[in-house]
């Protein structure tokens, strides 16, 4: 039986309603109607179908967008904003369906879910408050001439999101490019669709017109078409690096402003005198909150000297965690077969494992996707545990004896989203935050997300393009400045522009 609106308030399995793509305000499956499951990874069942969209169905999307944009081009800002202020109330009201929705289709714990739903709103509270933001520079440049900045719409501009924050990711990009007046297409992983949906449901609610968002689901082809349609001035992305890096390249060649957030790879540097059980447990919860399908996870921890007591502590607490409870599943077999795969490999490669997580399953649902909380010691950089992104709940440690060792180590990994230092110094801490090779860094902190107002975005392989998503640079990425240079009055002593 399917559920509408989204009744389930358990990990129980449930069915939900086949996601179809939302445009102009009406629920529609995609013309040439192929569709797939969504699977609800904590049991592995299907839980519901959605629509795969072709290049039609972008088309129809953009034309929607169209028709809608000078109305709410015309809106007033301060006007717009009174949607993302409904908004957050709604999902406020909301928040434990949101919640649940999101461990239905991604298998988050509710503990982690509702962080994703709470990350949301604080970025819609970040839409609200951009008629305080907004409003441009001016400056008189000289005598009698005046110069004025203005952030205008870019037109009908374009998300694609990834499967491992269904309700956070969508709400990185959408409350910027709504409340700066363009209209917005978002095209969620096809894999959990609904929270997306549940999004389009309460924006509608708010009082969005119909037209100004637009769900497109679906895989490849509708990104492409995406990237590739004349109409649409913007393109954002976050996913994995691969497909940053081709979309990137796809929406560039039609001329269009690209933002594209890849992968990662985030190394933690511990040292000596870092605070042991601070320590411990930060590492425990970067590594494995959302069962490290997180691009902010940490991934490796550089041991610097003797930090043994630390690492003990680590594996105490891992090994304490009720898979299922304190850490959900992993997304699909695909990624399962994936994370187990580079255990394997690292065990053959004469790693030691202080935690293995393989063959872990969860009472009353066997049929899920699980990997407990895994630590592989004496890893090296060179070996794949070492360098490459596993995006699961697998932790590396890599020892060296000095601090510089360590930061070399995390320099020269091709990502650089995040890295942190543990340590008691603040000269120790100042010396590594201001060498690390990489856009967001922390100190005592293991998942070092700058939250808003500021704005977010690693560096390397992990952002293809310029500026950040979030905060006041998502605003800047989608609007563009008009100049506007004035002189009402002559002055005897004008200058060369006059
Ligand atoms: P993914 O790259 O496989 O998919 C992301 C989106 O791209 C999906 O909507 C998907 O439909 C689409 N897509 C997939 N293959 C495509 C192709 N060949 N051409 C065009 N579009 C394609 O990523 P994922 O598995 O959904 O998410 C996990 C990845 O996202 C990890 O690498 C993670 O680090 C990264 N991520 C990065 C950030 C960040 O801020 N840097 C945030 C969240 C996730």
Same mark, same amino acid.
């Given at each position: ?228 349609? &004349? %109409? ?5 992305? $976050? /996913?994995? *690096?691969?497909?940053?890096?081709? =979309?990137?390249?796809?929406? @560039? ?109 969860? &009472? %009353? ?5 699980? $990997? /407990?909380? *895994?630590?592989?010691?004496?890893? =090296?950089?060179?070996?794949? @545990? ?113």
């Amino acid at each position: 039986m399917s559920t509408f609106p989204f009744a389930p308030r358990s990990y129980d399995f449930a069915e939900y309603i086949d996601c179809h793509n939302y445009i102009g305000g009406a629920w529609v499956p995609a013309a040439a109607g192929a569709s797939m499951p969504v699977l609800n990874p904590r049991h592995g069942k299907v839980m519901g179908h959605v629509t795969l969209s072709t290049r039609d169905d972008i088309d129809a999307a953009v034309a929607a967008a169209e028709a809608a944009l000078p109305g709410w081009q015309a809106t007033p800002i301060k006007e717009r904003a009174q949607i993302m202020f409904r908004l957050k109330e709604l999902m406020e009201r909301d928040r434990e369906e949101l919640a649940w929705l999101v461990s239905h289709e991604n298998g988050k714990d509710m503990a982690q879910a509702y962080g994703d739903v709470n990350k949301g709103i604080e970025c819609v509270e970040f839409g609200c408050a951009l008629p305080n933001l907004a409003q441009g520079e001016q400056l008189d440049v000289s005598r009698g001439i005046n110069c004025r900045v203005q952030y205008e719409p870019l037109g009908v501009v374009a998300g694609v999101t990834p499967f491992n924050f269904p309700c956070m990711v969508p709400l990185w990009m959408i409350p910027q490019a709504l409340t700066a007046g363009n209209c917005f297409l978002l095209k969620p992983s096809e894999q959990l669709p609904y929270s997306a949906l549940k999004l389009a449901v309460l924006l509608e609610e708010a009082g969005l017109p119909k037209g100004v968002l637009n769900i497109v689901n679906g895989g490849r082809e509708a990104v492409e078409a995406l990237c590739d349609h &004349p %109409g649409v001035s913007a393109f954002g992305f $976050v /996913g994995s *690096t691969k497909v940053a890096k081709l =979309t990137y390249a796809r929406a @560039a060649a039609g001329a269009k402003r690209a933002l594209c957030l890849g992968g990662a790879k985030n190394h933690l540097v511990v040292v000596p005198d870092a605070d042991p059980e601070l320590t411990a447990q930060t590492l425990v919860a970067s590594a494995y909150g959302c069962a490290g399908q997180r691009c902010m996870a940490a991934s490796v921890v550089i041991a610097v000297g003797d930090v043994q007591a630390i690492i003990d502590r680590t594996v105490e607490i891992a090994a304490g965690m009720t898979l299922g409870e304190d850490m959900g599943s992993i997304i699909n077999h695909l990624s399962l077969g994936r994370i187990t795969g580079y255990i394997d490999q690292a065990e053959q490669q004469g790693v030691k494992i202080l935690l293995d997580g393989r063959g872990a399953t969860v &009472p %009353g649902a066997e049929g899920g996707y699980w $990997v /407990g909380p *895994t630590i592989l010691d004496n890893v =090296t950089a060179d070996m794949p @545990a070492g360098c490459d992104e596993i995006f699961g709940p697998v932790l590396s440690i890599i020892r060296v004896d000095t601090l510089d060792e360590a930061i070399a180590i995390e320099n020269a990994n091709p990502y650089g989203n995040a890295a942190a230092i543990f340590t008691t110094s603040g000269r120790v801490a100042e010396y590594a935050t201001q060498r690390f090779n990489a856009g967001m860094t922390g100190v005592n902190i293991g998942v070092p997300v700058p939250r808003e107002p500021f704005s977010f975005g690693g560096w390397n392989d992990s952002k293809i393009g310029h500026g950040d998503m979030t905060g006041y640079d998502g605003f800047r990425f989608w609007t563009r400045a008009r100049k506007v240079t004035t002189r009402w009055a002559v002055s005897k002593d004008a200058t060369w522009m006059s």
